[in-house]
């Protein structure tokens, strides 16, 4: 089946089985590895991503089909250029991750969340944040992390976008 | 693992969906959230020949007041309700409730309400909700759409009054009265895990403080999602009292009919029961300014 997703503002034309899931057409068609797979079965949110700019989703739990005619977002296309996405920047300051395995889905899932909640506070973050797993247990940072980016998106200083 | 093949077909209208699940019957399956389903199909639990997909069916993604009720449309994702402007209100205190605590944050984004109720998991959330509300699903069959009280729609586990080549539009909750508040309460290890034990609680109140109607439902005690009538019973027309709300715990735990997994022995959930329905009659009653 031809299919037509917007990944981060480029175009990918591919012909794909109805069966192909989100994260494996990311991964393998697209060649954005930076959507990974953690358990496979809607569990860890280590494959989340976003669609259509405000809603997270767990790539490994939609059909790439389903995405036909709409935008997703990955961790390849937060950043501007050199320029780190504030999440980003804030999970290298905060140190948000360890191994880094999850960190790309936590970014995204706190992505969708800021798009709605632009000043969670402590509990809000930790509440959406639920189904997103970290097996290093880094979720201290983490937390941090998202504090900093949802002030460094509502206040930009500088050259922060 | 990677789901068996199938077909897929995009409908734009309730119409369309109508058509391509007339066509296909018994091979076809909706695709709305799809947070049970595509997990399911990658289990190989289930192998549908054929996907109609309605997430493009705009028309029936809303959750709006009317005649009387509130009614979910196919496609309104979980979120909706978490969101709604009048979730803050007393009398969907269980609608509220429910609606945090459904699978994690991200799978509520894309599930929906009335898939979870075609689902019909013995251990779904809005199930026991819908018990509790005493809401009604809306069938398109053949025939044209009919209302279907939701006590004959859960007919099984994973098996609901929808039959081949039909689909459900819509869910509507009634609307209750002002002095109307609830409760859900669900033990589960993890966010995102099969509750352990849940139950869904919404009692209206009389002017003289007496109990005028209650809905009592639990999760995860038996094959689909059970009312606990006899509680029910127990509580209408008196006043709550602690010997009543412990009469009714005690009737629910009665009537749960658990299997024993890692998550507890069918004694442990049996006796959970009961004590998450107590727990939500009291925090029902709470809500509505009276302390027992």
């Known amino acids: ?161 | 693992m990677i789901p068996a093949a199938f077909d897929y077909l995009r409908a734009h209208s309730p119409d369309e969906a109508f058509a391509h699940l007339q066509k296909h019957g018994a091979d076809a399956r909706v695709l709305a959230g799809g947070q049970s389903l595509i997990p399911a199909m990658r289990f190989r639990l289930a192998r549908p020949a054929v996907l109609v997909d309605i997430n493009d069916v705009r028309d029936l993604d809303y959750v709006r007041v009317s005649g009387g009720t509130l009614a979910i449309g196919a496609i309104a994702r979980d979120v909706a309700i978490e969101r709604a402007s009048w979730i803050g209100e007393r009398r969907w205190t269980l609608l509220h409730d429910v609606s945090r605590v459904v699978a994690d944050p991200v799978v509520r984004q894309t599930g929906t309400v009335v898939g979870s109720l075609c689902h019909n998991d013995p251990a779904g959330d809005w199930t026991a909700a819908a018990l509790a509300a005493r809401a009604e699903v809306v069938v398109r069959g053949k025939a044209g759409p009919r209302t279907v009280p939701i006590d004959t729609f859960l007919v099984d586990s994973f098996t609901t009054a929808v039959s081949e080549g039909e689909i459900a539009l819509e869910a509507r909750f009634p609307i209750a009265d002002e002095r109307t508040a609830g409760s859900y309460q669900k033990v589960e290890r993890k966010v995102g895990d099969f509750a352990t034990a849940a139950a869904a609680v919404q009692v209206s109140l009389n002017a003289d403080g007496s109990i005028k109607t209650a809905g009592i439902a639990l999760s995860a005690a038996g094959p689909c999602a059970v009312r606990v009538d006899e509680a029910e019973k127990l509580l209408v027309g008196h006043k709550p009292t602690a010997d009543l709300i412990r009469a009714a715990g005690e009737a629910a735990s009665k009537r749960s009919a658990p299997q024993g997994d890692l998550r507890g022995s069918v004694q442990y959930k049996k006796n959970l029961a009961g004590v998450l329905v107590a727990r939500g009659l009291r925090q029902a009653l709470g809500r509505l300014g009276v302390k027992v």
Request: aromatic letters at 6%.
């Open chain 1, 1 to 161: 089946m031809k299919v037509k997703v917007t990944v981060n503002g480029t175009v990918y034309e591919r012909d794909v089985e109805p069966r192909t899931l989100l994260a494996y057409f990311l991964r393998e068609a697209c060649a954005l590895t930076g959507t990974h797979v953690g358990c496979d079965t809607s569990s860890c949110g280590c494959c989340v991503v976003v669609m259509d700019g405000d809603r997270a989703v767990k790539s490994c739990t939609m059909f790439a089909v389903q995405a036909d005619g709409h935008e997703i977002l990955t961790v390849e296309g937060m950043a501007a250029g050199a320029t780190l996405h504030p999440l980003q920047q804030a999970f290298w300051d905060q140190h948000g991750l360890q191994c880094g395995y999850c960190t790309p889905g936590m970014m995204l899932a706190s992505y969708a969340l800021l798009k709605h909640n632009p000043t969670p506070n402590e509990a809000q973050i930790r509440e959406g944040l639920a189904g997103n797993l970290c097996r290093c247990t880094g979720y201290q940072n983490i937390v941090k992390a998202v504090q900093q980016a949802a002030g460094a998106i509502a206040q930009p200083a500088g050259a922060a976008r």
